[in-house]
C-alpha cells in the first residue's frame, strides 16, 4: 500500500499569504495525484487532479505541481474562504488508493 | 447537476450489519466507476473501495480495514450504489461518502455509529 505523508500538520498564516503545502509518496505514483480541500461540516471538494490539472471552477490562485513522489500545492495569495484542510490522494495505477493525513490552514 | 445521495446509516451494535445507498443523477451512472470514502469523528479521510462499470467488467476492490466484511454493488437500473456493511466494528463508525473515479462530485455522506 502506497503511503502519502503531508507536511506540515498545520499551518497558521494570514490572508494575503503565499502557501505551499506538501505530500510525499513511499512509492511512485506517477501525476496520479489529487489534492481536496474540506471545510467542518462539508465534504471534500477536488482542487487539482492529475497533479497539476485544476478541477473546474478552481480560483487560478490554487496550483500543483510535482511528479513520481513528491508533490506541492500552492495557494498564491490566501483568502478567507481558504483556511481548511487539505488532503492529498494518489490514485495510481491499483487500488487502495490512499489519502495522506492531512494539512490543517488555520488563521493566524 | 450531477448530485450523489447517500442513505441508510444509523446507529448500530458492534457485529451488526447495515447496508448503505448512493443514488446518482445527472450523468451517465452505468458508465461511471464509484468510490466510497469513510471520515471517523474528527479524523481523515480513508479510502474504503470502489467499483468499475459493468462495461469495464464491475470489479470492486477494498481497503484493507473492510475486506472480507464490506461489498460493493451497483443497480444501473435504479442509478444506485450499495455499501453492504457486515461485522460491523466500533472503528467503522464515521461519515461514509459515495464518490465519483476522479473525485469531481461527492454526495453529502451518511453517517454510521458502531456501539453498543
Known amino acids: 500500500e502506497i503511503v502519502l505523508t503531508q507536511s506540515p500538520a498545520t499551518l497558521s498564516l494570514s490572508p494575503g499569504e503565499r502557501v505551499t503545502l506538501s505530500c510525499r509518496a513511499s512509492q511512485s505514483v506517477g501525476s496520479y495525484l489529487a489534492w481536496y480541500q474540506q471545510k467542518p461540516g462539508q465534504a471534500p471538494r477536488l482542487l487539482i487532479y492529475?497533479?497539476?490539472s485544476r478541477a473546474s471552477g478552481i480560483p487560478a490562485r490554487f496550483s500543483g505541481s510535482g511528479s513520481g513522489t513528491d508533490f506541492t500545492l500552492t495557494i498564491s495569495s490566501l483568502e478567507p474562504e481558504d483556511f481548511a484542510v487539505y488532503y492529498c490522494?494518489?490514485?495510481?495505477?491499483?487500488?487502495?488508493?490512499?489519502f495522506g493525513q492531512g494539512t490543517k490552514l488555520e488563521i493566524k | 447537476d450531477v448530485q450523489l445521495v447517500e442513505s441508510g446509516g444509523g446507529l448500530v451494535k458492534p457485529g451488526g450489519s447495515l447496508r448503505l445507498s448512493c443514488v446518482v443523477s445527472g450523468f451517465p451512472f452505468s458508465n461511471a466507476w464509484i468510490n466510497w470514502v469513510r471520515q471517523a469523528p474528527g479524523k481523515g479521510l480513508e479510502w474504503v473501495g470502489r467499483i468499475k462499470s459493468k462495461g469495464d467488467g464491475g470489479t470492486t476492490h477494498y481497503a484493507a480495514p473492510v475486506k472480507g466484511r464490506f461489498t460493493i454493488s451497483r443497480d444501473d437500473s435504479r442509478n444506485t450504489l450499495y455499501l453492504h456493511m457486515n461485522s460491523l466494528k466500533i472503528e467503522d463508525t464515521g461519515v461514509y461518502y459515495c464518490?465519483?473515479?476522479?473525485?469531481?462530485?461527492w454526495g453529502q455522506g451518511t453517517l454510521v455509529t458502531v456501539s453498543s
Open positions: 464518490s465519483t473515479e476522479v473525485g469531481l462530485y
Open positions: 492529475d497533479a497539476s
Open positions: 490522494q494518489q490514485r495510481s495505477d491499483w487500488p487502495p488508493y490512499t
